[in-house]
């Protein structure tokens, strides 16, 4: 690295993460990369990262964790895949993610929470496209053929064949994960979305559940489908919403299907605060 980029970026271990990391985040944000010398995902998301943190000329410190060197470090985070990534401002974890995002990403993650600082840098640095779900397909699909024996690559592929709407291919590559990341956050919501997407299959579509429900407030059938769609398409609090009426009004329809849609549907969300929301009205309804 040159001086410009060890201004920016530094090296984290036990000895230092509480002053460098901790303490230095009260002033400015540190992004800490959990990351490994074998890591295939990792030699492409680095050097983006270092050239980021070069760009906001200060705006943020990068802190790198080799997670061989660093593993009781790893575990206090709860590093379960790598490369992970995480904010940390004001000594708390601000955001995050797992997994090497592409340029594109990573600019629209920074600018979330960070503005760069003007300096003697480019202003205008060009942004690479992000790339559509195909395309980050075939990405990994060549990269698990140059790489055979990096079974992250093929956890990531599971993640970009779902988006892509690959259903039965995505669970293909999950059912053949290594036990450690068969049980990945990432792998186990994939799984639990995957095994609502299947419930859905030959039932209505959303319009016709929506004047099921208006019909016959107490179709029960169509709260539960309905509640599936909303929650893998848009508005994922109307579709709990859904769940915890029939918690309410028919708790044991259907072999308790409520609570069984509730807490499979907590395992498919990445939102904190809904998940914690709905988590305590659920437990209000049961006790």
């Not at 000895?15 to 460098?20: Q, S």
């Not at 992004?31 to 030699?43: E, I, N, Q, R, S």
């Not at 299947?198 to 319009?207: F, H, K, N």
């Not at 859904?242 to 044991?252: F, I, S």
């Amino acid at each position: 690295m040159n001086a410009t980029v060890t201004a920016h970026v530094f090296d984290v271990d036990q000895d230092n993460f509480e002053a460098e990391v901790l303490q230095a985040s009260l002033k400015t944000p540190v992004l800490v990369d959990f990351w490994a010398t074998w890591c295939g995902p990792c030699k492409s998301l680095g050097p983006m990262l270092e050239k980021l943190a070069v760009e906001y000329n200060g705006a943020f410190r990068l802190g790198k964790v080799d997670v061989d060197k660093n593993q009781e470090l790893a575990g206090v985070f709860g590093i379960r895949s790598i490369p992970t990534v995480m904010l940390v401002k004001d000594g708390q974890i601000l955001d995050g993610f797992a997994g090497a995002l592409p340029e594109g990403q990573l600019r629209e993650f920074l600018s979330r929470h960070l503005q760069p600082i003007d300096g003697d840098i480019d202003e205008t640095p060009q942004e690479t496209p992000a790339e559509s779900p195909e395309q980050t397909i075939n990405r990994l699909q060549q990269q698990i053929a140059a790489e055979p024996n990096r079974p992250e690559f093929k956890l990531d592929l599971a993640l970009a064949l779902a988006q892509a709407g690959h259903a039965s291919a995505a669970e293909a590559e999950l059912n053949a994960l290594p036990a450690n990341l068969a049980i990945d956050t990432r792998a186990v919501r994939l799984r639990s979305q995957l095994d609502l997407s299947r419930s859905l299959e030959g039932t209505p579509a959303l319009e016709t559940l929506q004047q099921r429900v208006q019909a016959n407030p107490q179709d029960w059938e169509a709260h539960d489908l309905l509640g599936v769609r909303l929650l893998l398409g848009n508005d994922p609090a109307a579709g709990l919403d859904h769940w915890l009426l029939l918690l309410e009004r028919a708790r044991d329809w259907n072999d308790g299907q409520a609570k069984k849609r509730l807490l499979a549907a907590f395992n498919t969300l990445d939102d904190a605060e809904l998940v914690g929301r709905y988590r305590r009205k659920m437990a209000s309804l049961l006790f």
